[in-house]
């Protein structure tokens, strides 16, 4: 039996598990996917931890002690999560050791509600990469308009920035050369930036749901023909646009070559969302639809499990002539219909704050509640 895992791996592809809870540390699971799935890496988001802290028994006890001390909600969720995160950067000090830094990462993310806040945003970056204490930590910053100053800042700072909510070419392109910026501020403060690293996390399979509502709402054959389409092909232009820069191509590009010499790593793009929405499609599509060298899939567990059962690799899908002049084609057949991109990416991006500040709000209320609940049984008890 084959290893479809492993080959993904052997493609150029890191695996990155899109979850975190303390029960996977608990137990030994993620140790255990790191022999068994080749996962070498996690990210994290709000809805994660939500999820972990309203499912998990495995929080009961520090909540507990949080509630004795008389600990506010804020500063719980803080201790909480950046202690989940400082354990599984531990799990996976090896890793990032073997890799000489490229793997082995795990992500947090500053607070949605500071996505449109600047300053904000890279006093929050600065605070998590404290606390966290760990070298092998990322920093997730949202690629907003506001995101892009703090992209800068914090890698700047020395600070490995993970940049998620990426849905837009345009913006992409404001992202790697934020990411230059950063670098080059880094070296004029000392810093040895062979040390940072960071990726782009271009999220996949929500513009596929979006841009499909639009097709089916136009109703032509010609564009019905065109579902599942769009988020493949953003994929590979946006891959298209880093593999440029990195290989010296324009202004960007020079100004990457001047820093590699230096010894700066590449921003990698990171696949993110790659779980399959549309029930329709095969369950493993935005993983053998997006294999290249020197990029992360971070993959939920499930869409994991379906790709090592049943998963493809038939080489490289993304770069090359052929891939992007396919990808090219199908942008411009998706305009052609009526679909505007420009507003689909404006859309997610609003969305995709709008969810994880929901999230937050679900994980502030659920901390609230388990702090209520053990200040009370510490009460009786007392």
């Known amino acids: 039996m084959t ?22 540390l608990d137990w030994g699971n993620l140790a255990e996917l790191i022999t068994t799935k080749h996962v070498v890496g996690v990210t994290t988001n709000p809805t994660i931890f939500a999820g972990a802290l ?26 909480i999560t950046t202690d989940d995160v400082r354990n599984a950067c531990d799990v996976f000090a090896e890793v990032n050791k073997a890799s000489n830094g490229v793997d082995g990462r795990v992500s947090i993310e500053v607070e949605p509600g500071l996505a449109r806040d600047t300053d904000g945003t890279i006093a929050q970056a600065k605070e ?28 700047a700072a020395g600070i490995n920035v993970n940049v998620t909510l990426i849905f837009s070419l345009d913006r992409y392109r404001g992202v790697l050369e934020a990411y230059l910026a950063g670098l080059e501020q880094a070296v004029e403060n000392g810093h040895d930036i062979s040390r940072i690293h960071s990726v782009g996390s271009f999220f996949v399979s929500r513009v596929d749901v979006e841009v499909d509502k639009r097709l089916d709402a136009i109703g032509s054959d010609e564009a019905k023909a065109l579902k599942g389409t769009a988020a493949l092909a953003n994929g590979r232009l946006a891959y298209d646009i880093f593999a440029k820069i990195n290989n010296g191509e324009g202004e960007l590009g020079q100004r990457w070559k001047a820093l590699a010499a230096q010894g700066a790593n590449p921003q990698r793009p990171l696949w993110a969302s790659t ?20 990029t992360v899939n971070t993959i939920p567990e499930k869409t994991m499990d379906a790709f090592a059962d049943h998963g ?21 057949a998706l305009d052609a219909v009526g679909v505007d991109m420009d507003d689909v990416v404006k859309v997610l991006e609003d969305e995709g704050v709008d969810k994880f500040v929901t999230s937050w709000g679900e994980l502030v209320e659920t901390v ?15």
């Open 275 to 294: 779980g399959v929405k549309n029930p329709d499609y095969p369950d493993t599509l935005y993983i053998t639809g997006l294999v290249v060298a020197d």
């Open 54 to 79: 309203s499912d998990g028994r495995a929080y009961e006890a520090q909540v507990t002690e949080l509630a004795k001390a008389g600990t506010g909600v804020d500063q719980a969720i803080r201790v």
């Open 128 to 155: 998590l990469w404290e606390t966290v204490g760990r070298d092998n930590v990322m920093i997730k910053i949202p690629a907003t308009a506001e995101g892009l100053p703090a992209i800068t800042a914090a890698t």
């Open 3 to 24: 290893d479809k895992l492993k080959e993904l791996t052997e493609a150029g592809v890191s695996i990155w598990l899109d979850d975190l809870s303390r029960e996977r």
């Open 368 to 382: 609230r509640k388990a702090l209520q609940g053990s200040g009370e049984v510490a009460s009786s008890a007392n």
């Open 312 to 332: 493809e690799i038939t080489g490289d899908t993304v770069s090359g002539a052929d891939a992007v002049a396919d990808a090219t084609q199908t942008m411009a």
